[in-house]
């Protein structure tokens, strides 16, 4: 029985790709803002395009943050895209100077890359995080970025007894300077990239999550 994914559909641009793509790998796929529905799914898909105040709003409006949390809570996975990854740090400075909050999975602000060109667009190597199981398979591979801000730094680390599952695996990439390109941390992971538009590697990152529900 293929599992069963919710594409949380809260406004934030063209999700059709994420969804054909999920289809492509074996996934049941609803599109819907839902709660019961997006709280009931195997996996929960979050999409991020644009501006992360716009999705905050859009998400506040879908009770996306209580569905985040919810899951998590029960262990329950769920996958961040693009901006769908950056709302689950605290904040992000976009588009002010002003913090944004975010949902608050992770700790730490999102901020602009201090680079040469800015949006990074285009295609990008990673540096995989040992014990990976998103990048399984393909940890050698690249993977398409359309972004311009980003976390710089991972704070989120184990404390003696007090963190009693595996470590994070944080996956980096590099555009005039290094930031995270990927999570995966217990039942919560996430990209910066779009998987969806990476070509083969994508699928197969999502073939890889959709296999761990």
Known sequence: ????????????????????????????????????????????????????????????????????????AGGRPVLGVCVGMQVMFEGSSEPSAAPVAGVGEWPGTVSRLHAPVVPHMGWSEVEVADGTTLFAGIERERFYFVHSYAAHSWDLVPRGDAFDVVAPRV???????????????????????HPEKSGEAGLALLENWVRSL
């Open 171 to 193: 996956t980096w990439a590099t555009h005039g300077e290094r930031f995270v390109a990927a999570v995966e941390n217990g039942p919560l992971a996430a990209t910066q990239f």
């Open 1 to 72: 029985m293929s599992a069963d994914v919710v594409v949380l559909d809260y406004g934030s641009g063209n999700i059709r790709s994420a969804v054909r793509a999920l289809e492509h790998v074996g996934a049941a796929v609803t599109l819907t803002a839902d709660r019961d529905a997006a709280l009931g799914a195997s996996g929960l898909f979050v999409p991020g395009v644009g501006n992360f105040h716009a999705c905050m709003a859009g998400l506040a409006a879908a009770d996306g943050p209580y569905v985040i949390d919810r899951r998590l």
